[in-house]
């Protein structure tokens, strides 16, 4: 079945580490994105990809970063310059902009 | 700077009661998609409307487009207890480039 992988579902991390976050589709969608949602909150854009080899930043993208090397994979990094870092994260892709997007089940990072 | 605005942000109902979120902007919207989002879940794409005064239905589910493509409403007949979650409205914004911006969601329980 075609879809987004996540991984892990919950990951633990010391404050002043770097975390890679995973982000894999088998739906040969071209888009891609990470967003970041706090407890009881919307969805705020880190960063997104329209094409492999490029991305462009979102509303949020300090402390972050992120490639898109193959068209099925787009990790995101949050390192040690961002804040506050403890967040439920969702990487989405969609066929191109203008079309649904299909969510994975996201990573709950803790920073502690 | 623009935004999608949401409400309620809560609305707590009985079973068999309508429910209705409503999304407004202050410019006009390209076109609009409605998300839904489980407790401890991650969203789903639901709908997308295009045209100007576009109407909808899921079962339950009415979607509607305002005339002037600024406003959208979600409204749910007889709530049951599968429709608790999060409704998010999202839309390209005009200058926003093409990504998309969620509303602020709107949570609904459903008590029996």
């Known amino acids: 079945d075609g879809g987004i992988t996540q991984s892990p579902k919950y990951l633990f991390r010391k404050e002043g580490q770097n975390v890679t976050l995973s982000c894999e589709q088998n739906?040969?969608?071209?888009?891609m994105y990470w967003y970041r949602q706090d407890p009881g909150q919307g969805l705020r854009l880190i960063y997104y990809s329209q094409i492999v080899n490029d991305f462009q930043k979102g509303d949020i993208a300090e402390g972050y970063s992120v490639s898109r090397e193959k068209k099925e994979s787009f990790p995101l990094t949050v390192t040690s310059a961002q804040k506050n870092p403890t967040a439920f994260y969702l990487c989405a892709s969609s066929i191109s902009t203008g079309y649904g997007y299909t969510f994975g089940s996201g990573t709950r990072l803790t920073v502690v | 700077g623009q935004q999608v605005m949401q409400i309620p942000q809560y609305q707590h109902v009985q079973e068999g009661e309508d429910f209705t979120t409503y999304c407004n902007s202050s410019t006009t919207l390209s076109n609009i998609q409605w998300y839904k989002q489980r407790p401890g879940g991650h969203p789903v794409f639901l709908i997308q409307l295009v045209k100007s005064g576009e109407v909808k239905k899921q079962k339950r589910l009415t979607f509607q487009f305002g005339e002037a493509k600024k406003n959208s409403s979600l409204h749910i007949t007889a709530t049951q207890t599968t429709d608790v979650g999060t409704y998010f409205c999202?839309?390209?914004?005009?200058?926003?480039?093409?990504?998309?911006?969620f509303g602020t969601g709107t949570q609904l329980k459903v008590e029996l």
């Open positions: 739906l040969n969608h071209d888009a």
């Open positions: 999202a839309a390209i914004l005009t200058g926003g480039g093409n990504k998309l911006t």
